[in-house]
């Protein structure tokens, strides 16, 4: 796939994707779709440095590296208009932009319907539209029979991208994939043990199954 587009592009997965699709020259451009300014900056100070003896050019808003082209796009997944403008001539999009934690989507349960659920069907109208070959897009192992809103709102995007393949099919294939926590992952619960300083973590049920992944 010559072009991609990350949806929440400057998260743990954008990031680790980006470093490893630099590294093995999976793509021609990577365009970084968030709403985080800051972070879009931090990412492309980043690699700069990490790149250093491979770069071209490089501007607040792109990185032009021997082999690829990274964009930062500043943009919100709310938003299909700015979806649509920033997908076109993309062959790929992963979407990984979501509220993540599950307090903060019981605290917010409308931001966390408006960006996990209508989110992801701007996401696949705006693919459809552009003629993206393939979306592939992230879920999570909390959709499996889900007992929080986080999880109901993953089950949502599911349904929406099985459905999606129903209309759009003729020109655009639609993928999930889940997994579990990730290790070291920004806000995990390593962050929270590790900051604990050998005070003492009660779990909240000593029985329960959690499945983790490294980056």
């Keep these: 796939m010559e072009t991609v587009l990350i949806t929440g592009g400057t998260g743990t997965f954008g990031t680790s994707y980006v470093m490893k699709a630099i590294e093995n020259g999976w793509h021609k451009k990577i365009i970084i779709f968030s709403r985080d300014e800051f ?25 032009v590296l021997d082999t690829c ?31 993540k ?5 019981e605290y917010n349960p409308e931001q966390a319907v408006n960006i996990n659920v209508v989110g ?25 029979d889900p007992v929080n809103l986080y999880g ?14 129903n209309y759009y099919h003729d020109t655009t294939s639609f993928h999930i994939v889940r997994y579990g926590n990730v290790i070291a992952s920004r806000g995990s619960i390593i962050e929270s043990l590790c900051d604990l300083n050998n005070e003492k973590f009660f779990l909240t049920d000593p029985d329960m199954t959690r499945f983790w992944i490294t980056i």
Excluded at 39 to 63: E, G, H, M, N, P
Excluded at 120 to 144: I, P
Aim: proline fraction near 1%.
């Design 152 to 165: 109901a709102t993953k089950l949502c995007l599911e349904k929406i991208f099985l459905g999606a393949k």
């Design 120 to 144: 992801a069907l701007n996401v696949a109208k705006a693919a459809a539209v552009n003629g993206v070959k393939k979306v592939v897009a992230l879920s999570t192992d909390k959709a499996a």
């Design 69 to 99: 082209e990274i964009r930062f796009f500043i943009g919100d997944i709310q938003d299909f208009n700015r979806l649509e403008t920033a997908m076109k001539g993309v062959d790929l999009v992963l979407h990984s932009a979501a509220l």
């Design 101 to 105: 934690h599950v307090p903060i989507c």
């Design 39 to 63: 972070k879009q900056v931090r990412l492309a100070r980043f690699l700069k440095s990490r790149f250093s003896d491979r770069i071209k050019s490089a501007k607040d808003f792109s990185v």
